[in-house]
């Protein structure tokens, strides 16, 4: 389970057996700690002296059996364990403190309380919190809400906060796939992503023919547009929760973006629209080298869930053709997810044509 490709819930791993190298017992799994900032799963804690095996130690693990064996023998990790210093507690929380804590949204509001966690190996943990009334036991929406963790903002002693209101979470929980983070709900069949392109001029023109949508949106004085710094840290927190929150609200398939990954793929040409110091949106492009011309790729483009229908993308859109034009691109393309409705018609509006396709595992 740990180590398989489909995520699980935090709870169906308590009380598994673990067994070390040379298959003696060890105890049964007693809670799990997750980081503070990356919100992955890093240790478990095992049997009656509480050792704290790194996920790393797994080896495999048997969900018919409810076994799980590690690379290290029991003397090596009681020897590890006894070391406090080794294991970084102060940065971790455990998932029996966070349960059943009361969570807030961003007014203030009780939303419930925290029922269980959504788990996929190497990725982040998505919250399940019950809805209050809800006296139904399995988990199924909508009974419960699904919190990803770009939602949070902090952890009290017996609560959390969010970063969102009840009204944005819902969003998440009504448009956004947030099943795929979900153990009983992932999805096996192929995605198919929709490949476009236009000529640069032919996307201007239909820029131009749309002036009246953009002046106005050039006309706020609270809005404007800039390119990301990513050696401004504040400003990157602000996209990585921006861009996970579109996603999220999305059709589209994602894997959470990770500050670490913002700053190592987002150095260049990605501009970010905000409103009263606040990023709303976001379009980020890049430039493929050919030999007899350059083409331009739309890699991502998105307007934060509370925004949409004011022609955002429409101005991000048109700062990126400058970016563009400006580094002599003559061609764009963009991969649209097929299910994505909102961006087909977007492309096409702007004259861009299906010229392909890409099918995604």
């Not at 799980?68 to 403190?97: G, L, M, P």
């Not at 032919?202 to 009246?212: D, F, S, W």
């Not at 009263?276 to 949106?281: L, R």
């Not at 030999?291 to 925004?307: E, L, Y």
């Amino acid at each position: 389970m740990l180590k398989s490709k489909k995520g699980y819930l935090a709870s169906e791993i308590l009380d598994y057996e673990v067994r070390d190298r040379h298959s003696k017992k060890m105890g049964r799994i007693r809670d799990l700690l997750i980081n503070l900032l990356s919100h992955k799963i890093e240790y478990i804690i095992v049997g009656r002296k509480k050792w704290a095996i790194p996920i790393s130690f797994i080896n495999n693990d048997d969900s018919t059996k409810k076994e799980i064996t590690v690379s290290q023998t029991k003397d090596r990790i009681n020897e590890a364990c006894s070391q406090k210093e080794v294991f970084s507690f102060d940065k971790c929380y455990c998932f029996s403190d966070v349960k059943k804590m009361i969570v807030y949204d961003i007014s203030g509001s009780e939303l419930g309380r925290i029922a269980n966690i959504a788990y996929y190996p190497g990725l982040r943990v998505d919250f399940l919190v019950r809805k209050e009334g809800s006296l139904r036991t399995e988990i199924r929406f909508p009974n419960y809400f699904v919190i990803p963790v770009e939602c949070l903002c902090q952890f009290h002693e017996r609560s959390v906060t969010l970063g969102v209101s009840e009204d944005e979470l819902n969003l998440v929980n009504l448009t956004g796939f947030h099943h795929l983070f979900l153990p009983y709900q992932v999805q096996s069949l192929k995605n198919r992503y929709v490949i476009v392109e236009a000529p640069i001029t032919t996307v201007n023109y239909y820029l131009n023919e749309r002036m009246e949508a953009l002046q106005k949106v050039s006309e706020l004085e609270s809005l404007f547009i800039e390119e990301l710094d990513v050696s401004h840290n504040r400003k990157v927190r602000q996209f990585v929760r921006l861009f996970n929150m579109v996603l999220a609200t999305s059709p589209d398939t994602f894997i959470p973006l990770s500050i670490e990954d913002a700053q190592r793929y987002f150095k260049h040409g990605t501009f970010i629209a905000i409103e009263y110091y606040k990023p709303i949106g976001y379009c980020t492009v890049t430039i493929e080298k050919q030999v007899d011309t350059n083409i331009g790729v739309i890699a991502g483009i998105g307007v934060h869930p509370s925004c949409r229908g004011r022609k955002i993308a429409l101005a991000l859109i048109q700062k990126s053709l400058r970016y563009l034009m400006d580094r002599g691109v003559d061609m764009i393309h963009a991969d649209i997810y097929e299910m994505n409705m909102p961006s087909l018609r977007l492309f096409s509006s702007l004259g861009f044509c299906e010229v392909g396709e890409m099918l995604l595992a």
